[in-house]
């Protein structure tokens, strides 16, 4: 028989504690940490090419550099395969930025529906779909775009493709908006109060039946039940481009995991590597080098706790 004069139990409800109550904040329960992403960066040991994640990035055409940062950005995140279907009029130009991407031509100098063949068998070949960024607001574009989310698993929707929604989704999608962004798509003014921005994202994620990772100073995840927030980040990464690595950070948890977790994961760890990047960099810090330092973000995990927490 043991008679301990403490005893110390931790975070989740133990059997007998219902009417003991030990001092969890609800900070702990709602700011993303390094433990949502642990059971998330696991791999088998005998897993091949394409196990870990195959994602398909759909953008470029207004501009080149977008899907390719997504795309390292998803390999960087652990995923085996990312392909990037984008215009012919700026495919080689995307190929030329790294031997690591996959390129696929598409049939013009933007998105179209007649690009539909190709993009649905990629499509079929690949795990989660990310796409939006560098396409551009073409009206074949926009209806490109509206008939290829309904034909994808998963997907992760940024950028100019948020200009295309036809809205409630299936339950597959995360969209990543930020403010902006995010007024156009729900055409509600945001709240600068926190609660009421919080309680907008929560419903309109609901309405939807989507995931929403809001971006900011402080970004908002939720699939209209749960709600997480995440801190990591600074105002370096205000820069262009660090949406489009979030994204395919994303889209790389997505491949193996569920969508709400997988947002929560992306938004801690892109704002980890960015952290980590402007400790060197400060505010001349690039997308790129938010990009290459997620492998560190990720193995590491480790920051100053007050800034997972904070409500400041």
Excluded: W
Aim: net charge negative; glycine share 10%; aromatic share 4%.
């Amino acid at each position: 028989m043991v008679h301990p004069d403490l005893t110390i139990t931790f975070h989740k409800m133990k059997k007998g504690l219902e009417t003991m109550p030990i001092g969890v904040p609800e900070e702990a329960e709602i700011f993303v940490g390094p433990g949502d992403v642990h059971s998330l960066v696991s791999r088998d040991s005998d897993s091949h090419k394409g196990d870990n994640g195959r994602i398909l990035i759909i953008g470029g055409g207004a501009y080149v550099g977008a899907p390719a940062l997504t795309a390292l950005a998803a390999l960087r995140t652990g995923a085996d395969i990312a392909t990037i279907a984008a215009p012919a009029s700026v495919s080689d130009i995307i190929a030329s930025f790294s031997p690591d991407l996959i390129v696929s031509s598409l049939t013009s100098d933007v998105l179209t529906p007649d690009d539909l063949p190709i993009i649905t068998e990629l499509v079929q070949e690949h795990d989660v779909v990310v796409i939006g960024m560098g396409l551009g607001r073409d009206e074949l574009t926009r209806r490109a775009i509206k008939a290829i989310v309904p034909i994808c698993k998963k997907v992760v929707i940024d950028a100019d493709a948020l200009s295309a929604l036809d809205l409630p989704l299936d339950g597959s999608a995360i969209i990543t908006p930020h403010a902006g962004e995010f007024k156009r798509v729900t055409g509600r003014d945001i709240p600068k109060d926190g609660e009421k921005r919080t309680a907008l994202v929560k419903k309109f994620a609901k309405e939807n039946n989507i995931v929403v990772l809001l971006k900011g100073k402080m970004d908002i995840i939720s699939d209209g039940t749960s709600i997480k927030m995440n801190k990591t980040g600074n105002v370096g990464m205000t820069v262009g481009g660090t949406g489009d690595v979030l994204a395919g950070t994303v889209g790389a948890f997505y491949a193996k995991n569920d969508a709400f977790e997988s947002a929560a994961a992306g938004a801690f760890i892109t704002g980890l590597a960015g952290d980590i990047a402007f400790e060197e960099y400060g505010f001349g810090l690039l997308a790129t080098d938010v990009m290459d330092r997620i492998p560190k973000a990720i193995k590491g995990r480790k920051m100053n706790f007050s800034k997972c927490v904070s409500t400041e």
